[in-house]
């Protein structure tokens, strides 16, 4: 049985743990391995998630979510408001052995709702994401455009896809 539902400091171990397995089957043949290992330590060390956490506690549109299949957490998504009713997909991990299981679109649907009133929720895709970018597309994101970004010396196409929300 899927539950979405809202993070806690309970949860920063299972999202690094997600985090860690997550990029290394999605970006391990798009990063080096020592570019992932030191994004992983700064984007999800436990004071970075800490704070993540308290910011979703305290906002009345809260926006980081946790998946748990059979009780087991298997995922999570954020989102950030851009304006009155877009938001950015920030992220969304679910373990591989859980992937085409429904999770990412409950995800989806979850902000669609709590996030009211949404019109638009978009997300940026390295290139060579083709797990990503075929989520996307599958869920009905449109390509929009592209931009080079330069992290740590690695530069790669990001594309921007997005959803419009009636």
């Known amino acids: 049985m899927l539950t979405i539902r809202f993070v806690s400091n309970d ?4 999202i690094q743990s997600i985090a860690r397995e997550t990029w290394i089957f999605t970006y391990g043949d798009i990063y080096p391995m020592e570019y992932i290992d030191h994004f992983l330590s700064k984007a999800y060390s436990y004071e970075n998630l800490s ?3 308290e910011r979703d506690l305290h906002n009345a549109k809260r926006s980081f979510l946790i998946a748990e299949f059979n009780n087991e957490v298997v995922g999570y998504a954020q989102t950030r ?8 997909l920030l992220r969304i991990y679910v373990r591989p052995g859980y992937h085409k299981q429904g999770i ?5 649907e979850e902000f669609v709702h709590v996030l ?3 019109k638009k929720l978009f997300a940026w895709v390295a290139k060579d994401n083709h ?4 989520f996307y597309e599958k869920k009905g994101f ?3 455009e592209e931009k080079v970004e330069t992290i740590d010396g690695n ?7 997005e959803l419009e929300i009636k």
């Open 142 to 144: 449109k390509e929009v």
């Open 104 to 108: 990412g679109n409950g995800f989806i």
């Open 155 to 161: 530069s790669k196409i990001q594309t921007k896809y």
């Open 81 to 88: 408001q851009v304006n009155e009713e877009d938001y950015e």
């Open 11 to 14: 949860d920063i171990p299972h």
């Open 116 to 118: 009211k009133p949404i």
């Open 131 to 134: 797990i990503g970018r075929a």
């Open 51 to 53: 704070l993540s956490v």
